[in-house]
């Protein structure tokens, strides 16, 4: 029974994306990045100084940086470790080069989605702040697309409660404590008809009831833990990376001549055994990729439409920082150290396994010392997911329902509780079902980026001019 469920799941995942959705996903990318003049290059720098420098003036629940913070602190999970080792492994080392190139285009896409989340949002008789790609949809192309809204709220609370949000986190954080203090399951329980480690069950335990104790305080407690956690856990795992990089210096080369060429040749494992074409390296480094920097889903701009902030187009480039930081720099260190150690190409291992033993290899420490900073970073990381996809759930059904607090509170428990069995789901599932809610849900989003594309760019042009006249004066 399970395994004809696992094979409808594989046989949806694959309908959703395919080529089409992978175009839409570039088109929208590279229509954002030329119509506003590669400003994800341009205006980088300033980016960066407005994410560190919070807005005094205007209206919001958060600062910006909190706001980014809770971003990052639902893109920056499992994604980053796991889902980029699983690309590697199902469409070869050229799907890192397309999850770059996506995430280079998604800057202008999450630009995009973070101004069109202010200009957009409204705020109720209570003060409480409203925003995210249903209200840009029903304010900013009419009314007559509220339906368009409903269906993009609707599958993002699926997101959060089966997809991103819950079971890949667990799952991960679950296999990562378990590999680390009970690889061989010598001390374990039956459950569900199936064998599990005492450690897997402990982490449930532990992880849902941490879990508990920060959603239940709303978006200002998310925010708060997330700006503590997020800069740690990113500095951290960089850390980790550039000695990886520094001490297999000689390797690096080698290692992004082989990315390059398996993205536009394909290419093949252990002398033929297993081959890999261009399309599965595009396939698996854009649906990794969005599942990681979620750019082009929809889900950021919800946060950032909580931002205390009077300007659009500035908070645009604060969440455009959110993309660069998640995938440019953080998974292209996982991708590299993979390559480097060639991880990938070992078919007994899969998801965050695949990067635990790259970090083994690849680290100049004890194994221990490796696995446990790994399985560190990997806690925090989805952790903090786990706390910033509640908050986007939460939106979404408090859209959906008018606000009916009701429904909220039990959504939230639901959450808790799709927390406390996402350990218990099988790897494989577990990915292919958080792919599909994510396509669903970025098919809507996109739709509207698209229509509010000129919007954008005139937001930007009077933004930027604003700018240069007041630098001059």
């Known amino acids: 029974m399970l395994e004809q469920i696992n094979k409808i799941i594989t046989t949806v995942q694959g309908a959703v994306w395919e080529l089409p959705l992978i175009v839409l996903i570039m088109f929208t990318g590279l229509l954002l990045t030329v119509r506003l003049g590669l400003l994800q290059v341009r205006h980088l720098g300033k980016a960066f100084r407005f994410m560190i420098k919070n807005e005094e003036e205007g209206h919001g629940e958060v600062t910006s940086f909190g706001a980014l913070c809770t971003a990052l602190s639902a893109t920056i999970g499992t994604g980053n470790i796991a889902g980029v080792a699983t690309a590697l492994a199902a469409g070869g080392p050229g799907a890192l080069f397309w999850m770059i190139v996506a995430a280079f285009l998604g800057m202008a896409t999450k630009y995009a989605e973070g101004l069109l989340a202010i200009k957009y949002r409204t705020v109720d008789k209570d003060g409480h702040i409203l925003g995210g790609p249903f209200y840009y949809i029903e304010n900013g192309m009419g009314k007559n697309w509220r339906w368009l809204a409903k269906i993009f ?136 990729g969005i599942f990681s920097n979620e750019s082009g889903l929809g889900s950021a701009p919800i946060a950032a439409a909580a931002a205390v902030t009077k300007e659009p187009a500035r908070q645009g480039l604060v969440s455009m920082t959110g993309t660069f930081i998640d995938t440019i720099v953080i998974c292209t260190m996982t991708g590299i150290s993979v390559v480097i150690a060639g991880s990938w190409m070992n078919p007994d291992l899969e998801g965050v396994e695949i990067t635990m033993d790259a970090f083994q290899k690849a680290l100049p420490f004890p194994n221990e010392v490796a696995s446990f900073s790994l399985m560190i970073c990997l806690v925090f990381f989805a952790f903090t997911t786990i706390l910033g996809w509640n908050y ?82």
Do not use: H
């Not at 667990?170 to 005492?198: H, K, M, Q």
């Not at 993205?263 to 081959?275: E, L, Q, W």
């Not at 959504?411 to 292919?432: C, D, E, K, Q, S």
């Not at 599909?436 to 760019?457: I, Y």
């Open 392 to 473: 986007y759930g939460e939106r979404c059904v408090e859209y959906l329902f008018n606000r009916n607090k009701s429904v909220v509170t039990t959504y939230r428990w639901l959450y808790i509780a799709a927390v406390f069995i996402g350990p218990y789901m099988t790897v494989a599932a577990v990915w292919n079902i958080a792919d599909v809610f994510n396509a669903l849900m970025a098919f809507p989003n996109l739709v509207a980026l698209l229509a509010l594309n000129g919007v954008v760019v005139r937001e930007s042009k009077d933004y930027f001019t604003r700018l240069a006249s007041k630098a001059k004066n």
């Open 153 to 288: 709220a609707f599958f993002g609370a699926c997101v959060g409660l089966f997809g991103i949000g819950t079971f890949t986190q667990v799952n991960s954080i679950a296999s990562a404590v378990t590999n680390f203090f009970d690889p061989e399951t010598a001390n374990a329980i039956s459950l569900f008809g199936r064998t599990y480690s005492w450690s897997t069950v402990i982490t449930c335990i532990i992880l849902t009831l941490c879990v508990g104790l920060v959603v239940i305080g709303g978006i200002k407690r998310i925010a708060k833990v997330s700006e503590f956690v997020v800069p740690f856990m990113a500095i951290l795992y960089v850390v980790l990376g550039l000695i990886i990089i520094f001490t297999n210096l000689p390797a690096v080369p080698g290692a992004v001549v082989t990315i390059v060429k398996s993205a536009f040749t394909g290419g093949a494992v252990a002398g033929g055994a297993i081959g890999f074409t261009v399309q599965q390296a595009m396939q698996q480094g854009v649906a990794r």
